[in-house]
């Protein structure tokens, strides 16, 4: 991890001491984690604000992915589900599903997403 937005000094940081609520602030951070391979921060963080957005389907999304990455493919699932539940034309959160579906052989599902 390269530590661009890491830390108690770091620019979001700052932000979610001003404004623990603030959503963007958590998803964002969570996101530099999950590129830097942190996969446990990006959980604390995307968990942190679908926490205070439970309906956000991009978070819901962001969830599953980390899940994904780290070979848990029924709670990935589950994500990937909801989020389609709530915006079933999202076409990257039914790539992700896909996926997920192809991951464990079942290519047909994996074709129909």
Known sequence: MNGSDDGPTSPTAAVLRLDPKMINAW???GMIHYRE???DLALQDFRAALD???DNTDLMHN??????????LEQAMTLFDRAIAWAPNRAR????????HAARGDYERAASD
């Open 37 to 39: 391979g942190a996969l």
């Open 63 to 72: 969830v599953g992915l980390v899940h994904f990455a780290r070979g848990e």
């Open 52 to 54: 205070l957005q439970p």
């Open 27 to 29: 998803g964002n951070r």
């Open 93 to 100: 959160i039914r790539f992700s599903r896909a996926r997920a």
